[in-house]
């Protein structure tokens, strides 16, 4: 999971669709211009812990249909090197297994496109929503229990892919993508391994307005080095977090605090931010026993940790990731390093809104909610 949500946020960092944030407002020279397309995917599931080795040799077929909107205005272009398209996808895949079944997709994409010729250009994507699965873990022995993948029917998907288009005519262009796919529940019901698969896709695309990308120069501008220093408090709740106990059993359990962060803007879309996290939970610990190979005594009510990374400002959104260590003891099963990867939205100049996924290595802890204030 951790490569996923590194590679997840490195992709995003490269892509912009508004202004940087606390960047002047700027007037789009060429509007965005409309794109549909179709697009057929097939591929392989990959086995990443032996205990979803059932899944091997399945080969998901997968359909989809997309409408975006593709920029081409030189303000953009000189914003982030790229001309960005933004749109929604719909997917259909059969996973190519029974033990898998069947799954539908819904996500929201965010594509930087690279003018390199005026017949091709290089691409990649950052897909986020929601899936809907039909044949989840089922708990009844008597049933097909082999599915450890996903329990949910509904989870977050995330997809990611890059490719080459290539412009058929000034209205068609034919692309071909290598995509990577997610689904996961961050914790919220066990078990949870995770599905992944991996696919080669063809598109088709049709623009309306044309397909042509201008070439255009990029001019630069430092402006954010004057920016200072900015301090941030917030709220986290959890309305569900898990731990497995040996006798105490999986708990379910609300967890709430708060944090302080301090930031700096150290380039465009680029920032870099520290922090200190405490919250409370009320997790029941197993009694001492001297068999088990993690101490479940090394926990406290309130856990605390400090924290830092990188954000991406793209606009009214923040999307950042952290590494953390605790400073209060911690449920034995986890190591002392953690991290964290949040999504914000800014509703103005204080104020903001957001969403975080907490995770040591490849073992999601909870997904959180933030409430914060810019000072």
Request: glycine share 10%.
């Amino acid at each position: 999971m951790i490569r996923i949500l590194l590679f997840f946020t490195a992709f995003i960092g490269s892509i912009l669709t508004s202004n940087a944030q606390f960047t002047p407002e700027y007037a789009k020279s060429t509007p965005a211009g409309v794109v549909y397309g179709f697009r057929i995917d097939n591929g392989a599931t990959v086995v990443h812990t032996p205990a979803v080795k059932a899944i091997n040799g399945a080969k998901p077929l997968g359909i989809g249909f997309e409408l975006s909107r593709q920029a081409r205005d030189s303000a953009t272009y000189h914003l982030c090197s790229a001309f960005p398209r933004v749109g929604l996808q719909f997917q259909y895949f059969d996973y190519g297994i029974h033990i898998l079944g069947h799954g539908l997709m819904a996500s929201y994409f965010i594509q930087p496109v690279y003018r390199l010729s005026n017949h091709v250009n290089y691409f990649f994507r950052a897909s986020f929503g929601a899936s809907y699965s039909d044949h989840p873990y089922n708990e009844d022995p008597a049933s097909d229990t082999l599915n450890k993948n996903y329990s949910l029917r509904v989870n977050p998907y995330l997809q990611l892919s890059s490719g080459l288009g290539y412009r058929v005519t000034n209205h068609l262009s034919l692309d071909v993508t290598g995509t990577f796919d997610h689904i996961s529940n961050g914790n919220w019901k066990r078990p949870n391994k995770g599905l992944n698969w991996v696919t080669a896709a063809v598109s088709l695309l049709y623009s309306p307005s044309g397909n042509t990308l201008p070439k255009l120069h990029r001019v630069h501008d430092k402006y954010w080095k004057t920016r200072p220093w900015g301090y941030t408090i917030g709220s986290l709740l959890v309305t569900q977090q898990g731990y497995s106990g040996f006798t105490a059993g999986y708990q379910r359990m609300f967890a709430a605090g708060g944090f302080v962060e301090a930031d700096k803007q150290i380039g465009r879309i680029h920032g870099f931010v520290v922090g200190l996290q405490a919250y409370y939970n009320d997790l029941k610990l197993d009694p001492p026993n001297e068999y088990q190979s993690v101490s479940s005594q090394k926990h406290s009510s309130v856990l605390a940790g400090l924290y830092a990374g990188h954000e991406f400002l793209l606009g009214h959104v923040i999307i950042s990731q952290v590494i953390g260590l605790y400073i209060t003891p911690h449920y034995g099963e986890y190591t002392n390093l953690f991290h964290q990867h949040s999504l914000r939205y800014l509703l103005d100049k204080h104020w903001q809104i957001g969403f975080c996924l907490k995770a040591h290595a490849d073992a999601a802890d909870f997904v959180g909610l933030n409430a914060l204030y810019r000072l």
